[in-house]
């Protein structure tokens, strides 16, 4: 409901914008149709979405408005009965909003109400600091996070005090990662049928950043809730449930010669994790990322690791005692900056093992048209968080209009 209102607000936004003077404003509309293949199987036509979006910017004396959104209608579920009626009813219409909100100034303070995004970390598409937005897992984990990063209604203000900039936010209602509606593309078989009990709380949060030694360094922590359910019993029926979350980390990145290093670490105080019994146990958690860049003409060629430690981990715990990630991607330009390619490649150890690698092209002809092309591949074993949908490899298009 909270998108269908902001977008209406959006609509509202633009026509008042036809009283104001238009130096103020910003109005950018936009049509798009993108649709996936997968590359298996009878039922080839897996989405074919048909999207109107409208991206709007005012900026005022001492108010300025962003808002990003769009209303999108999938007709795949018109042409085929693969899917449940829970995935056509969740994913057939739907409101996105990339962003809504307002900001001001006071004194030596910036302030931002509204849906918005925060990105914390040094981490090239993982996760070890950044835990502010939940994410909408309707594509897995297919496309760049920030698309499919979820924007949370938040009260943010940043300000800069001597050496150190300063970041706090309030997330008024805590949501957890939207995972993939029983039945569709993406599903996760193991929930199928088993209640979400989702949190229902505020989460605070901090960014303290600096230089220190020539490196950008920042110190982060957050308290709020797990973004993923634990699945527990208490005697009673299977359900899964969203526990506290306190986390402090820090991230660097400094360079060194052609090179830049990124580092993240996260601790987590007593984490919630399940049992085999579906019983709860608490660890104290300790999550860490090594990042390098290298620039090769108008290449950047990136490669990254991320593993876990889980203190007193034993082998009835849900989840396997290491979780190591390694990827490695290449991003560059072509024809004058009109093609942008990135090839990227990702492997999880833990289960089996299984990988996910990727082909991504981005073509603008014209400032108004943007065109794409992805190629999305998956291996591995069952039991394995990219092995579990080896099935599912697609071949991805898009066209946008912006007018």
């Given at each position: 409901?909270?998108?269908?209102?902001?977008?209406?607000?959006?609509?509202?936004?633009?026509?008042?914008?036809?009283?104001?003077?238009?130096?103020?404003?910003?109005?950018?509309?936009?049509?798009?149709?993108?649709?996936?293949?997968?590359?298996?199987?009878?039922?080839?036509?897996?989405?074919?979405?048909?999207?109107a979006?409208?991206?709007?910017e005012?900026?005022?004396?001492?108010?300025?408005?962003?808002?990003?959104?769009?209303?999108?209608y999938?007709?795949?579920?018109?042409?085929?009965?693969?899917?449940?009626?829970?995935?056509?009813?969740?994913?057939?219409?739907?409101?996105?909003i990339?962003?809504?909100?307002?900001?001001?100034?006071?004194n030596?303070?910036?302030?931002?109400?509204?849906?918005?995004?925060?990105v914390?970390?040094?981490?090239d598409?993982?996760?070890?600091?950044?835990?502010?937005?939940?994410?909408?897992?309707?594509?897995?984990?297919?496309?760049?996070?920030?698309?499919?990063?979820?924007?949370?209604?938040?009260?943010?203000?940043?300000?800069?005090?001597?050496?150190?900039?300063?970041?706090?936010?309030?997330?008024?209602?805590?949501?957890?990662?939207?995972?993939?509606?029983?039945?569709?593309?993406?599903?996760?078989?193991?929930?199928?049928?088993?209640?979400?009990?989702?949190?229902?709380?505020?989460?605070?949060?901090?960014?303290?950043?600096?230089?220190?030694?020539?490196?950008?360094?920042?110190?982060?922590?957050?308290?709020?809730?797990?973004?993923?359910?634990?699945?527990?019993?208490?005697?009673?029926?299977?359900?899964?449930?969203?526990?506290?979350q306190?986390?402090?980390?820090?991230?660097?990145s400094?360079?060194?010669?052609?090179?830049?290093f990124?580092t993240?670490?996260?601790?987590?105080?007593?984490?919630?994790?399940g049992?085999?019994?579906?019983?709860?146990?608490?660890?104290?958690?300790?999550?860490?990322?090594?990042g390098?860049?290298?620039?090769?003409?108008?290449?950047?060629?990136?490669?990254?690791?991320?593993?876990?430690?889980?203190?007193?981990?034993?082998?009835?715990?849900?989840?396997?005692?290491?979780?190591?990630?390694?990827?490695?991607?290449?991003?560059?330009?072509?024809?004058?900056?009109?093609?942008?390619?990135?090839?990227?490649?990702?492997?999880?150890?833990?289960?089996?093992?299984?990988?996910?690698?990727?082909?991504?092209?981005?073509?603008?002809?014209?400032?108004?048209?943007?065109?794409?092309f992805?190629?999305?591949?998956l291996?591995?074993?069952?039991?394995?968080?990219?092995?579990?949908?080896?099935?599912?490899?697609?071949?991805w298009?898009?066209?946008?209009?912006?007018?």
């Amino acid at each position: 409901m909270w998108r269908l209102a902001a977008f209406s607000s959006l609509v509202a936004g633009g026509m008042i914008a036809q009283g104001v003077q238009a130096s103020e404003w910003y109005v950018e509309p936009r049509v798009s149709i993108a649709a996936s293949y997968r590359l298996h199987g009878s039922e080839t036509l897996t989405s074919q979405v048909n999207a109107a979006g409208l991206k709007l910017e005012y900026y005022g004396d001492s108010l300025s408005l962003n808002f990003d959104g769009e209303l999108q209608y999938d007709a795949v579920f018109d042409w085929n009965n693969q899917y449940s009626r829970e995935a056509r009813d969740e994913y057939g219409t739907r409101g996105w909003i990339d962003e809504a909100y307002l900001s001001w100034g006071w004194n030596m303070w910036s302030f931002y109400l509204g849906y918005q995004k925060v990105v914390w970390g040094e981490a090239d598409d993982l996760r070890v600091t950044d835990v502010v937005n939940p994410l909408d897992l309707k594509d897995f984990v297919l496309f760049d996070i920030d698309d499919y990063r979820i924007s949370q209604p938040m009260l943010r203000t940043e300000s800069t005090l001597g050496d150190w900039d300063v970041e706090l936010l309030w997330v008024f209602e805590s949501e957890p990662n939207q995972l993939a509606a029983s039945g569709s593309e993406f599903a996760m078989p193991v929930l199928d049928g088993i209640p979400l009990d989702e949190p229902s709380g505020s989460e605070f949060g901090f960014r303290f950043s600096t230089i220190l030694y020539d490196a950008d360094a920042s110190f982060y922590g957050f308290s709020g809730y797990q973004d993923d359910p634990v699945l527990v019993s208490g005697g009673g029926p299977l359900a899964g449930q969203y526990y506290n979350q306190r986390m402090l980390g820090n991230s660097l990145s400094f360079s060194a010669g052609d090179f830049i290093f990124r580092t993240e670490l996260a601790w987590f105080y007593q984490q919630s994790y399940g049992t085999l019994s579906f019983e709860r146990e608490k660890h104290n958690t300790t999550q860490g990322l090594l990042g390098i860049d290298y620039l090769y003409r108008d290449w950047l060629i990136t490669g990254q690791v991320s593993d876990r430690y889980i203190s007193g981990w034993q082998s009835q715990l849900a989840v396997p005692e290491s979780d190591a990630i390694y990827t490695l991607s290449a991003e560059g330009s072509l024809f004058a900056s009109k093609l942008t390619a990135r090839f990227a490649a990702s492997y999880a150890d833990s289960n089996g093992g299984g990988g996910l690698y990727q082909m991504k092209l981005s073509y603008v002809p014209a400032s108004d048209w943007k065109m794409q092309f992805n190629v999305d591949l998956l291996n591995g074993e069952k039991t394995n968080f990219f092995g579990q949908y080896k099935s599912n490899d697609r071949v991805w298009v898009s066209t946008t209009y912006y007018f």
